[in-house]
């Protein structure tokens, strides 16, 4: 929960303020914050990912 929060508070604080500044096109400031979303997603189903994929089969080594 808490890389969530700074997976989308740190870039979008970062470019907002940038953007206040005028230093960043809104364009760009946009497109930073919905990255930044769309990793706290990705993210967040990181767990659901090793419950649904294929399952190895046991090894024997011999």
């Given at each position: 929960?808490?890389?969530?929060?700074?997976?989308?508070?740190?870039?979008?604080?970062?470019?907002?303020?940038l953007g206040?500044?005028?230093?960043?096109?809104?364009?760009?400031?946009?497109?930073?914050?919905?990255?930044?979303?769309?990793?706290?997603l990705l993210?967040?189903?990181?767990?659901?990912?090793?419950?649904?994929?294929?399952?190895?089969?046991?090894?024997?080594?011999?």
């Amino acid at each position: 929960m808490q890389q969530n929060i700074a997976l989308i508070t740190l870039p979008n604080l970062t470019a907002t303020t940038l953007g206040v500044l005028l230093l960043l096109d809104l364009v760009l400031v946009v497109t930073i914050n919905n990255t930044a979303n769309l990793l706290a997603l990705l993210n967040a189903l990181r767990p659901f990912w090793s419950q649904m994929g294929p399952e190895t089969p046991a090894t024997n080594p011999q």
